[in-house]
């Protein structure tokens, strides 16, 4: 078992975890800096895959320029920000039997080959500071300095004099639980919510009905999606020429069938909401989860703020 020195280890490399450690690059060039992520690759949910010619957005599908921004200056090469297609500044409200326009706000960007190309921009400027596949499994004081254990094939203790999680809360209570007897009770009763995103893809000239930004339900509506997003008629390059693309979010109820089934009821609804007629020649189904953000939540999230004002060089991203 290897070890070594840090001044800074930032633990999670999402886009909360890259942008912290830009920032602490750009305030203290010669600092020893190391960023860890236990996944083989950066950007946590913020993931963009293509699939026979469709630009599928895995976790958020765009971003307001108050949130790209800063993370852009602090690069040496920032990717060049994509502005919305004219068709994409409206919107559509489902009222149950028929569309009401809404105006989008605010203004959505993304970049030209999708949300991932702002995660591989950081990535080059941290080069290798930068450790993938590297998950921090316990977190001890000594003295001025945290020791954190890296997993892996070869073990390693890291000793840093400051150290930021920038991590999602079960995470970083896991860590952290030791030092803080009832963050552990407190975790236990997180929760998570399951929920998934339905692609579907086909001819551009059967999809008339597919204009604006994207639908969303009406509050009183009881309904299996979350919402409707048009892809192509946003951004360009969201698909092939002659294609189009529509991400739909499936909410909880709907996702305990399997793929086929969840993609059904994605498919019906989104036909009943946009009278959509076209065949779709294209299907995906991703699942994720999401943090319930109840009581447990709430004072996981306190108690983790305290451990911060106790632990000198202990701070969240």
Known sequence: ?????????????????????????????????????????????TRTQRSNGFLCELGPFAFARTEVEPVCALLRHPPAVVEPLPSGSHGHLFLGDRLASIAVDPVPVSFRTGAEELVQACR????TRLRLGRAATRIEPNGEAFVVTLGGEAPTHVAARRLVLALPVAAACGLLARFDPALADAASRLQTEP????????????????????????????????EAIFCTEVFPGRALPGRFLVRCELVSAALACDDTAALAIAEVELRRWTGLEAHLGFTKLHRFALEVRDGAFVECRARLQGLSARLPGLSFA
């Open 124 to 127: 080059r400027d941290l080069g």
């Open 1 to 45: 078992m290897t070890s070594e020195p840090v001044d800074v280890l930032v633990i999670g490399a999402g886009l909360r975890g890259l942008a912290a450690g830009l920032r602490l690059l750009r305030e203290q060039p010669t600092a020893r800096l190391a960023l860890v992520e236990k996944a083989p690759q950066p950007g946590g949910n």
């Open 195 to 226: 929920r998934g995103f339905a692609f579907f893809g086909g001819s551009t000239h059967e999809a008339t009905q597919l204009r604006g930004y994207g639908v969303v339900p009406g509050d009183h509506l009881d309904t299996p999606l979350g």
